[in-house]
């Protein structure tokens, strides 16, 4: 659980309803938590493939800052092998774009 964020915002709806017996929608992950989980069970190919739809399911715009940023983020988070991984998919997406 988290306590920051807009995620403690889903959390305390949900929590609510819990406590009033009422039905409550999923939660969705945030998409470094999806990308993290597809590239350790699908692999990059699969997250390569549906680059832009894992995009727009997460509401950001897909182009090479995308992969970049969830990148770092990785490497932030000691998950190197996985940033790795989307630095890779970031050049073969965006090969002409210098930043990759």
Same mark, same amino acid.
């Given at each position: 659980?988290?306590?920051? $964020? +807009?995620?403690?915002?889903? *959390?305390?709806?949900?929590?609510? #309803?819990?406590?009033?017996?009422?039905? =409550?929608?999923?939660?969705?992950?945030?998409?470094?938590?999806?990308?993290?989980?597809?590239?350790?069970?699908? $692999? +990059?190919?699969?997250?390569? *493939?549906?680059?832009?739809?894992? #995009?727009?399911?997460?509401?950001?715009? =897909?182009?090479?800052?995308?992969?970049?940023?969830?990148?770092?983020?990785?490497?932030?988070?000691?998950?190197?092998?996985?940033?790795?991984?989307?630095?890779?998919?970031?050049?073969?997406?965006?090969?002409?774009?210098?930043?990759?």
């Amino acid at each position: 659980m988290a306590n920051t $964020g +807009s995620i403690a915002d889903e *959390l305390t709806f949900r929590i609510n #309803a819990i406590l009033k017996n009422k039905r =409550f929608p999923p939660l969705n992950y945030p998409i470094k938590n999806v990308l993290y989980n597809l590239l350790r069970s699908e $692999g +990059s190919e699969y997250v390569k *493939l549906n680059a832009t739809k894992l #995009a727009e399911q997460a509401g950001l715009p =897909f182009d090479e800052r995308f992969f970049n940023y969830f990148g770092y983020q990785f490497i932030e988070a000691k998950k190197i092998e996985y940033a790795i991984q989307l630095f890779k998919i970031n050049v073969e997406l965006f090969p002409t774009i210098p930043n990759t």
